[in-house]
T-cell receptor
Framework: LAKTTQPISMDSYEGQEVNITCSHNNIATNDYITWYQQFPSQGPRFIIQGYKTKVTNEVASLFIPADRKSSTLSLPRVSLSDTAVYYCLVGETGFQKLVFGTGTRLLVSP | EAQVTQNPRYLITVTGKKLTVTCSQNMNHEYMSWYRQDPGLGLRQIYYSMNVEVTDKGDVPEGYKVSRKEKRNFPLILESPSPNQTSLYFC???????????FGPGTRLTVL
């Protein structure tokens, strides 16, 4: 599985757009990029997944450049409830071993 | 309601006393997995199962056993718990071929 690197923490304010970048230099051809969100004392929750270019759903957008060596999770107009840890994972669809790493701790302040 | 359930949610036990943490899903998922989460180490996979009677080791399987006799259940067994197994445990499930895993609420285990 490709190793991923994310910032340890980020701070933001309510209403701002937050972009969390994940580096995955060794991404393989068949690998997808998946993001999860985890609130304290809860299990992670799937947010979004993509292979290339841009993917958008009701929660976030995922931007993937042509070389796919990085990806950016974009959260529009964050609120206090977006305070959580965000994990970037890279691997083939349905890969058996999910390697979560330590994620990015996002703190949203009023 | 589609969900993954775990029991118990909290457990305090003593070294060497065998215990089982149950996990059940009602979404007809083929794939199930166990993770442990420790401060500073993120989530690490213990065991996973691609289908009934098919299990395989994750990254930290030592000291744990699992079984998958039914599609909906995937219990985690600690034959002889030790203090280093004190952790927050999560069970997850998904359709085979999907990266969208559904996680249970977690089981906080303390081994004294």
């Amino acid at each position: 599985l490709a190793k991923t690197t994310q910032p340890i923490s980020m701070d933001s304010y309510e209403g701002q757009e937050v972009n969390i970048t994940c580096s995955h230099n060794n991404i393989a051809t068949n690998d997808y990029i998946t993001w999860y969100q985890q609130f304290p004392s809860q299990g992670p929750r799937f947010i979004i997944q993509g292979y290339k270019t841009k993917v958008t759903n009701e929660v976030a957008s995922l931007f993937i450049p042509a070389d796919r060596k990085s990806s950016t999770l974009s959260l529009p107009r964050v609120s206090l409830s977006d305070t959580a840890v965000y994990y970037c994972l890279v691997g083939e669809t349905g890969f058996q071993k999910l390697v979560f790493g330590t994620g990015t701790r996002l703190l949203v302040s009023p | 309601e589609a969900q993954v359930t775990q029991n118990p949610r909290y457990l305090i036990t003593v070294t060497g006393k065998k215990l089982t943490v149950t996990c059940s899903q009602n979404m007809n998922h083929e794939y199930m997995s166990w993770y442990r989460q420790d401060p500073g180490l993120g989530l690490r996979q213990i065991y996973y199962s691609m289908n009934v009677e098919v299990t395989d080791k994750g990254d930290v399987p030592e000291g744990y056993k699992v079984s998958r006799k039914e599609k909906r259940n995937f219990p985690l067994i600690l034959e002889s718990p030790s203090p280093n197994q004190t952790s927050l445990y999560f069970c997850a499930s998904s359709f085979r071929g999907s990266n969208e895993q559904f996680f249970g609420p977690g089981t906080r285990l303390t081994v004294l």
